[in-house]
């Protein structure tokens, strides 16, 4: 025979709670203003580096988006949160591939993403990373409009650095 007490809506409740806790830890920033991080690190293309390091089949090229992250010192790959703050350093590779930022927000180590609060990258403005990623974009959106369903996007070429 059941307990009272295990039929209760508020058992029910706190027992959902706590199954879910792990599930939600670290994903749902309540207090975002207090989590702030200055990261500082050089600026890379994350598919190309994966591709040089480890073998893996990012098609950069291909898709047009050699997203920008930041590789820090110990060797550790963050992306960046594609939003208003974020959207131009992820595009703007022609200008900061290979730089030195510092970039200071909000970490979410679950998924390796930084969510922007600021960035400055040595010797590039921000005017200048504006432009390039406002540049990129054009490009982008141009090879993605050309595209047929089920078929993959004219390849945009290389890098203009090195890997």
């Not at 960035?119 to 050309?146: F, H, M, N, R, Y």
């Amino acid at each position: 025979m059941k307990s009272k007490v295990m039929k209760s809506p508020l058992w029910v409740a706190l027992l959902t709670v706590l199954l879910l806790a792990p599930v939600f830890a670290g994903g749902w920033d309540k207090e975002k203003g207090q989590g702030v991080i200055t990261l500082k690190g050089e600026l890379i293309c994350i598919g190309c580096s994966l591709k040089k390091l480890s073998g893996a089949n990012a098609q950069c090229n291909l898709y047009g988006s050699h997203d920008v992250g930041l590789k820090l010192a110990d060797g550790t790959f963050w992306n960046f949160v594609n939003n208003a703050t974020g959207h131009d350093i992820i595009r703007a590779h022609d200008a900061v591939i290979g730089k030195t930022a510092k970039v200071t927000g909000w970490l979410y180590p679950n998924a390796h993403m930084i969510e922007i609060e600021s960035v400055s990258v040595e010797g590039v403005s921000p005017e200048q990373i504006a432009k390039a990623a406002w540049e990129q974009d054009q490009i982008v959106a141009k090879q993605l409009t050309g595209r047929k369903a089920g078929q993959p996007p004219t390849p945009v070429g290389k890098h203009k650095h090195t890997h």
